[in-house]
């Protein structure tokens, strides 16, 4: 009987407003395009970083040197560590001419670590901000029991160039 029901109203509406039942080819965009990010991005760049801002001074450091590989095969952007061998793959956010901007996850043991970049690019350099999140969650049932947020000043120094396969 339900059945029934549905194919009457569908019947129904198609009769009453045929235009639903002509498709029209369209093609939606959304999204940000990897093809929009300037190709400067791309290479190994000597980061420096300075807290300007936490919720918790015994979890993030004051400040840091870091090493960023930023990397595109197709369409998937990896941002890898060299010293470390951390690596993940990065979400667009937004990119506006030479504004970039882009988040990770990564999972470290009972905790969930997000960051979220956004950089200005000038050439081989770039300023910008790195905003952290990192979740701790309860081994017993999954709960979430503290979140730590931190908020650093980064500058980026182009050491090598790009590192582009399509």
Known sequence: MKNLFVIISLIFTLILFPSMSMAEEFTLSAGVSVNQIPKTFYGTWRITAKLDDTNSYATFKPQSVDMWTLSRVNDVITLSNPFSGAKAEIQ??????NLVIFSKKAPYDNKMLTDTV?????????TGINELVLESFSLVDGH?????KARYIIKGEKISGENIIE
Do not use: C, M, Q, Y
């Open 118 to 126: 956004s950089i200005r690019l000038d050439k081989n350099n770039f």
């Open 144 to 148: 979430l029991l503290k979140t730590e």
């Open 92 to 97: 667009l956010k937004a990119v506006e001419g």
